[in-house]
């Protein structure tokens, strides 16, 4: 879709165009609500803008709407965009099962640590890549790795909305 196609959508099809990119009701409202946008980039500038605003109770709920890193199968709840979104960032996996495993593990330790869901944006980086980044995350404070999430959930959900709206 185009931008001046984006900018002329209903409230309700904007919704549903926007809702796959995050699970965060008050970035979706602020988008919707600043349009009519005048480029792309202005557009996702303003997008970046906004995510710097969440709060993490928003951003822990928005987690559990994204499968865990080598989850070859997205939640239930999730639709066939998000479904979609997913399998194609995860696509660097590849079927290397010491790498699932080590995965696996790492989400455990993870999840247990942090109480939610190991976060990245895996677009773009390779299985080991995202290995070693859960590995050093798992260093982190709680408060580190909150901001740590925000940004890779920021990165996410921009990049899903370059993918809708070029």
Not at 23 to 33: D, F, T
Not at 72 to 81: F, Q
Request: negative net charge.
């Amino acid at each position: 879709m185009d931008l001046q196609q984006f900018n002329q959508l209903s409230r309700a099809q904007a919704q549903a165009l926007l809702q796959p990119c995050v699970h965060i009701p008050n970035w979706i409202e602020a988008l919707i609500q600043q349009r009519p946008f005048s480029s792309t980039d202005q557009l996702f500038d303003y997008a970046v803008k906004q995510a710097k605003e969440w709060r993490w109770a928003e951003i822990a709920e928005a987690l559990a709407q994204h499968p865990r890193i080598g989850e070859h199968k997205a939640a239930a709840e999730l639709s066939a965009k998000e479904q979609n979104f997913s399998t194609h960032e995860q696509s660097q996996l590849g079927a290397d099962a010491a790498l699932q495993q080590a995965l696996y593990q790492g989400n455990l330790d993870y999840e247990h640590k942090f109480g939610h869901i190991f976060l990245i944006r895996a677009a773009g980086r390779t299985g080991q890549e995202m290995l070693l980044e859960l590995q050093r995350r798992l260093g982190n404070t709680t408060q580190q790795e909150q901001h740590e999430v925000q940004q890779q959930l920021t990165e996410i959900a921009v990049l899903r909305l370059k993918q809708e709206i070029q």
